[in-house]
């Protein structure tokens, strides 16, 4: 989709092969990336960089990255978080904000990201997401299994 | 129906437990002794009831569980509720009349629960208790037998049960994206019949250091173990000595150290099998590595990796998976650096990686340390 063509993208994955796949998954989607793989790097990143979206790891190792989501929220950034637990995995102040499910698929990436830059600006923590429903969510707003997005 | 029970008698005979045994005056002495080598010696705590919720018998168990004596509880004179249950752990006060424990004065032989107890010095533990009915000759209910198990290491271990199968879930999850990364960049491209076999072999590559974490629990691996299961020509064999050189101390690596660093060594090896000192009979490699300590208490590790005997080096083309993964994602991985240099007499690898402190997320409760 030609939506994201020319975006700048965070990228916040802390391994570095899955962080390699996620990037190429981007580029091929056309945007610019910065990947940062450690809280501080991408604390830096989101607080001095300037970006269209951002995809967010939600476990980096020995830390949580809700920290650049809150950043993120004060900037006005739409962003999606990507995790293995779904969003069950997450805090509740988090809940609102859109889960990839990993491993890491080009289409409901797709998908999210072309979302995220037409909908208003996220709601903020604590709050219930405008918009939850979409082709990837059932009426109750629960994440249906990505390959049912192709 | 309060009104159909006899109450026990919580006074003068309380000490003398279930007195409705007596079945003469000279089998009395013997068969209390026994009842009290039983109860004292049992390990569950034993409360008897009376019908207005007053303890009037607890065993040696219950003594230490609660903290409080029989005599102790005897002189209060009040609900056992109102000693050992008159707090919720969030330290509302617990009235009697919203006690579980007190409105399921059971009917019924063995009904059980579980209920948070407050000790006499004041910290709360979990409790599993079953409560059956006393009845006298008539079927009147006339108290109540409460037994109770301190369940606080059973809760422990259900916490520890469920920390650890959520990070086994995460490192599944994450090690299945590491193969869907490798496949997607060894398949890149035009079709390679040979791609195969390079994917074959880092998978092999991610299993053994998988191997080596599991050695130690997967809570770190030993360097070098990793190194030499690494540089190993296959599963079932040993280093060969005589191509390689291998010097340095041992140190242990977090996992995520560990795999990726696997991950590198088989690509460094995978390129001097294909072109650099490996692809020789005469070829060799010293691989050399030493430990410094940083400023902010962590160890840093150096290892250099040095070709010679090969043909002559021509840096390559195109960077491939090799060095886009030791360049740029292990120093961004671990905030350290890493420099390959195509020298003509030989491909010369340079890495210096901050270790990340060993442990996770959650861990601190595993083993039963406190976070604070």
Same mark, same amino acid.
């Given at each position: ?8 993208? /965070?990228? #916040?994955?802390?391994?570095?092969? @899955?962080?390699?796949? +996620?990037?190429?998954?981007? /580029? ?5 990336? #910065? ?31 809700? *920290?650049? +989501? ?7 950034? *739409? ?43 996220? $709601? ?27 | ?11 003068? #005979? ?22 009290? !080598? @039983? ?44 000693? @050992? ?14 006690? $579980? ?31 059956? *009915? ?42 299945? +994206?590491?193969?869907?990364?490798? $496949? ?10 040979? !791609? ?49 050189? /291998? ?10 150290? $560990? ?55 021509? *840096? ?57």
């Amino acid at each position: 989709m030609t939506l994201l063509v020319g975006r700048r993208v /965070l990228l #916040v994955e802390d391994e570095s092969l @899955v962080a390699m796949l +996620a990037e190429d998954m981007l /580029l091929e989607l056309g945007c610019e990336v #910065v990947v940062a793989m450690r809280l501080d790097k991408a604390l830096a990143q989101a607080r001095t960089g300037s970006f269209d979206l951002a995809v967010l790891d939600v476990n980096l190792g020995d830390a949580r990255s809700y *920290p650049i +989501a809150d950043l993120l929220f004060e900037r006005h950034t *739409p962003f999606l978080f990507a995790t293995g637990y779904g969003r069950q995995g997450l805090e509740d102040a988090y809940k609102a904000v859109p889960v990839l499910q990993k491993p890491y698929q080009a289409a409901p990436l797709e998908h999210l990201l072309t979302r995220l830059l037409m909908e208003e600006p996220l $709601a903020r923590p604590g709050t219930r997401g405008s918009s939850m429903a979409c082709a990837c969510h059932t009426p109750n707003g629960q994440p249906i299994r990505a390959d049912h997005c192709r | 129906m309060p009104n159909s029970r006899q109450p026990l008698q919580s006074t003068a #005979v309380a000490s003398a437990p279930l007195v409705s045994l007596r079945r003469g005056a000279g089998q009395l002495f013997e068969t209390e002794r026994r009842l009290n !080598a @039983v109860l004292n010696n049992a390990s569950v705590s034993i409360f008897l009831m009376d019908d207005r919720q007053h303890c009037i018998y607890m065993n040696r168990a219950a003594e230490q569980l609660t903290g409080w004596t029989l005599d102790e509880v005897l002189a209060r004179d009040c609900p056992l509720h109102d000693i @050992v249950h008159h707090t919720y752990p969030d330290g509302r006060p617990f009235p009697l009349h919203e006690c $579980a424990i007190d409105r399921a004065f059971p009917e019924n032989n063995q009904e059980r629960g579980e209920e948070v107890f407050v000790h006499r010095d004041g910290h709360f533990y979990p409790v599993g208790f079953t409560a059956s *009915p006393i009845r006298d000759d008539a079927t009147n209910i006339i108290g109540t037998i409460i037994e109770v198990r301190d369940i606080s290491e059973e809760k422990a271990a259900a916490e520890r049960q469920r920390l650890l199968i959520n990070e086994l879930n995460h490192r599944v999850k994450n090690t299945l +994206a590491t193969v869907q990364s490798i $496949a997607a960049q060894t398949f890149r491209g035009p079709p390679d019949p040979a !791609a195969r076999g390079v994917f074959d072999a880092r998978m092999v590559a991610l299993s053994t250091a998988h191997n080596v974490l599991v050695e130690d629990n997967w809570e770190s691996a030993s360097l070098r173990s990793v190194i030499e299961r690494a540089l190993a020509p296959h599963l079932l064999a040993e280093v060969d000595l005589n191509r390689f050189q /291998l010097q340095g101390p041992d140190a242990r690596l977090h996992p995520k150290v $560990a795999v990726t660093l696997a991950m590198a060594l088989h690509e460094l090896m995978t390129n001097a099998a294909k072109y650099g000192a490996l692809s020789v009979p005469e070829g060799q490699i010293v691989l050399t590595w030493s430990l410094h300590d940083l400023e902010d208490g962590r160890q840093q590790l150096n290892l250099r990796w040095e070709e010679c005997g090969g043909p002559a080096v021509t *840096p390559p083309a195109r960077k491939g998976f090799g060095s886009r993964l030791i360049e740029r994602q292990l120093p961004m991985e671990f905030d350290g650096s890493a420099e390959i240099t195509y020298a003509p007499a030989g491909v010369i690898c340079e890495l210096q990686i901050p270790l990340t402190t060993l442990g996770w997320v959650g861990q601190e409760t595993i083993e039963g340390r406190q976070a604070s």
